[in-house]
């Protein structure tokens, strides 16, 4: 009934947001083009932009077309949060694209992740990447420092990245062989996330983890004669 208002251009990404989470990543692609292209002056082209080239990276591998994008929101879109974010998935498609060397990242998320200039959202995502780097590296004990401070530093960040958090957390823990500290991340998942997308994921591993833990103690006490 209102095509032209603001409320209709936000809806299409809305909708096209709803289609993501039905795993119709196509579908919202196409809403967020149809914003780009039918609303070329609306407020809402940075963020459609942004969400569709989220979009393309992460889920439909299309690395090439969302670097071209995220670089097209630093560009005419320099003023805004969606660009802040860009920088840094620019930095993580360098990382894989270009064989950036991961120290080379880690210093540019790190200085991403310090700069007050930049959006809160932006610099908690850098900080992500800080901890995701120093795990690529092998860095366990930083990897895990790095994703606390992501926590710590940046409390009000959206659900869906702390439930992201606590799992790498809780991966990490598993890798390190702390299984107690593994099973709280993952309970965090369970018991404050419900509705994140890797909540089954986290069930799964703290069944296993649990299996684990209960198989060796049953060890331990045939083990002693118990």
């Keep these: ?30 809403c967020c083009r149809r914003v780009i292209e039918e609303y070329p002056e609306s407020d809402y082209v940075a963020e459609a932009k942004a969400v569709m080239a989220g ?10 077309e969302a670097r071209e994008i995220y670089k097209d929101l630093v560009r005419n879109h320099p003023d805004t949060e969606y ?4 920088k840094v998935w620019l930095i993580f498609i360098s990382l894989w694209k270009d064989r950036m060397p991961p120290e080379k990242a880690l210093k540019a998320c790190k200085a991403l992740a310090a700069d007050e200039n930049i959006s809160y959202n932006a610099r ?3 900080q992500y990447m800080v901890g995701y780097l120093h795990y690529l590296r092998g860095e366990l004990d930083e990897a895990i420092e790095s994703f606390r401070e992501v926590l710590d ?12 958090v606590h799992y790498f957390l809780g991966f990490l823990y598993k890798r390190k062989g702390e299984l107690s500290k593994a099973l709280d991340e993952f309970d965090e998942i ?21 299996k684990w833990l209960s198989s060796e103690i049953l060890e ?7």
């Design 1 to 30: 009934r209102y095509p032209e208002s603001e409320y209709a251009i936000a809806a299409l990404i809305r909708i096209g947001e709803c289609y993501g989470r039905m795993k119709e990543y196509e579908k919202e692609v196409e």
């Design 55 to 64: 979009t393309m990276l992460f889920e439909l591998g299309k690395m090439e």
């Design 83 to 86: 660009a802040d974010e860009a």
């Design 124 to 126: 908690a995502s850098a």
């Design 153 to 164: 530093r940046f409390p009000k960040i959206h659900d869906g990245v702390k439930a992201e």
């Design 190 to 210: 369970i018991e404050n996330f419900p509705n994140s997308p890797l909540l089954e994921k986290a069930k799964l591993k703290r069944e296993e983890i649990a």
């Design 220 to 226: 331990w006490n045939e083990w002693r004669g118990e």
